[in-house]
């Protein structure tokens, strides 16, 4: 049996002919779906440019990223922790937990634990 690339594939089962590519499990198995933990989102032609930089330019742009990831992450976590507090802070005030959405009550949840409800006075969550 001829083995059939990915395109080929793609084709036969794009043009919905009748007949579909043959292939056994062994030839599957020559395959893999794994990516380098370094590499989830940028793809295989990226990371060749990024290789044929100096090394000077890719130390640059790799200090800058990791800068730039953590920056990220904390402007996140610092939005959260503002939203859980402005969240409990309308509870305790007043607003019932049934007008919550799902996602706010999953923030209260992540940032104090199951029983959040209590820190607002309330016995459950209603």
């Known amino acids: 049996?001829?083995?059939?690339?990915v395109q080929e594939i793609y084709k036969v089962l794009k043009e919905g002919g009748t007949s579909k590519p043959?292939?056994?499990?062994e030839d599957l198995k020559e395959f893999t779906t794994e990516?380098?933990?370094?590499?989830i989102f940028v793809p295989s032609s990226m990371e060749l440019q990024f290789s044929k930089l100096p090394k000077e330019v890719r130390d640059h742009y790799q200090a800058y990223g990791e800068q730039y990831y953590n920056r990220t992450i904390d402007s996140i976590n610092e939005t959260i922790d503002r939203r859980a507090k402005e969240l409990l802070s309308a509870v305790k005030s007043g607003l019932s937990?049934?007008?919550?959405d799902d996602d706010e009550k999953v923030i209260l949840r992540n940032q104090y634990g199951k029983e959040w409800?209590?820190?607002a006075?309330?016995?459950q969550e209603e």
Do not use: I, Q, T, V
């Open 35 to 39: 990516r380098k933990p370094s590499a």
């Open 121 to 123: 006075g309330l016995e």
């Open 117 to 119: 409800f209590r820190l």
């Open 22 to 25: 043959s292939f056994k499990e």
């Open 1 to 5: 049996m001829d083995k059939l690339s």
């Open 97 to 100: 937990c049934n007008d919550l």
